[in-house]
């Protein structure tokens, strides 16, 4: 289905650990808990899912909530094939037959009727009801229910209710010390470590920007986008302008304060 990504077997991807959150999830994992993960858009949330699902030897389901999303994209529907109409398990139906994990990126961009769906998967019921069958799923072992979202970007319209938070076992995520960014960088992107420690300088520096001249700080994956571009022969100035200062404002004057900073930088 559309915004999903589904991945078996494969190998763990790089991810450096910024604190106990490997061992949180394993225990979560261990005992059939659901895992929130609260942290800003870019600091390695999404990375972390994959790596600790490739660790576990766990299959993956990934989906992308956005607007549009309704709880009958994750269950599942009646489509036509072949002449006939069959039914068509979802990417959360599978995850529960198969006791694989199922993270939903960014909850709260999906539709209300989403979270009403999840309760009873998220208590000891664990099952998932198919109004559409008739059926009611019991999760299989080594089913695992992993969302995220961004506090720091909610309004009144898309919060994350407490009744569903408390439902979960949380984990505040937050960008990487700037030695520890500088070194996932460096391997990301295959730039000497020292030229990367002045980007993640002036990430730092538009971090401190948010809410002022900025909506959203630098998330590490546009350091590594701006690290990559360097890598293969771009200037400074032009990289950092396309991977970082273009993909947090449209606003030109803005975008001239931002180069200023960038010269003050790399001076």
């Given at each position: 289905?559309?915004?999903?990504?589904?991945?078996?077997?494969?190998?763990?991807?790089?991810?450096?650990?910024?604190?106990?959150?490997?061992?949180?999830?394993?225990?979560?994992?261990?005992?059939?808990?659901?895992?929130?993960?609260?942290?800003?858009?870019?600091?390695?949330?999404?990375?972390?899912?994959?790596?600790?699902?490739?660790?576990?030897?766990?299959?993956?389901?990934?989906?992308?909530?956005?607007?549009?999303?309704?709880?009958?994209?994750?269950?599942?529907?009646?489509?036509?094939?072949?002449?006939?109409?069959?039914?068509?398990?979802?990417?959360?139906?599978?995850?529960?037959?198969?006791?694989?994990?199922?993270?939903?990126?960014?909850?709260?961009?999906?539709?209300?009727?989403?979270?009403?769906?999840?309760?009873?998967?998220?208590?000891?019921?664990?099952?998932?009801?198919?109004?559409?069958?008739?059926?009611?799923?019991?999760?299989?072992?080594?089913?695992?229910?992993?969302?995220?979202?961004?506090?720091?970007?909610?309004?009144?319209?898309?919060?994350?209710?407490?009744?569903?938070?408390?439902?979960?076992?949380?984990?505040?995520?937050?960008?990487?010390?700037?030695?520890?960014?500088?070194?996932?960088?460096?391997?990301?992107?295959?730039?000497?470590?020292?030229?990367?420690?002045?980007?993640?300088?002036?990430a730092g520096k538009?971090?401190?920007?948010?809410?002022?001249?900025?909506?959203?700080?630098?998330?590490t994956r546009l350091?590594?986008?701006?690290?990559?571009?360097?890598?293969?022969?771009?200037?400074?100035?032009?990289?950092?302008?396309?991977?970082?200062?273009?993909?947090?404002?449209?606003?030109?004057?803005?975008?001239?304060?931002?180069?200023?900073?960038?010269?003050?930088?790399?001076?």
């Open positions: 289905m559309d915004g999903t990504n589904i991945s078996k077997g494969a190998s763990a991807p790089f991810y450096l650990a910024q604190g106990d959150e490997c061992d949180v999830f394993t225990a979560a994992s261990a005992n059939n808990l659901p895992l929130l993960l609260k942290g800003p858009t870019g600091c390695g949330k999404t990375r972390f899912v994959a790596h600790m699902a490739a660790k576990l030897g766990r299959p993956l389901y990934t989906v992308a909530c956005h607007d549009d999303l309704s709880a009958a994209d994750l269950i599942g529907r009646y489509l036509l094939k072949g002449g006939e109409t069959i039914w068509v398990d979802g990417p959360l139906t599978r995850a529960v037959r198969e006791g694989a994990i199922c993270y939903l990126d960014e909850i709260v961009e999906a539709r209300k009727d989403v979270t009403v769906v999840l309760h009873p998967l998220t208590d000891d019921r664990r099952i998932l009801p198919i109004d559409r069958t008739g059926e009611e799923l019991e999760a299989a072992d080594g089913f695992m229910l992993v969302a995220s979202y961004n506090p720091g970007y909610q309004n009144i319209l898309k919060s994350l209710k407490p009744s569903t938070r408390q439902r979960f076992v949380s984990i505040q995520f937050d960008f990487p010390n700037p030695e520890q960014e500088a070194d996932i960088v460096a391997k990301e992107s295959g730039l000497d470590l020292e030229r990367v420690k002045p980007l993640v300088r002036l538009l971090r401190a920007l948010k809410g002022q001249d900025l909506e959203e700080g630098v998330s350091i590594v986008y701006t690290a990559t571009l360097i890598a293969q022969g771009m200037s400074v100035e032009r990289a950092v302008l396309a991977a970082m200062i273009e993909p947090l404002t449209d606003d030109e004057d803005v975008k001239r304060g931002l180069l200023d900073l960038v010269m003050a930088v790399f001076g």
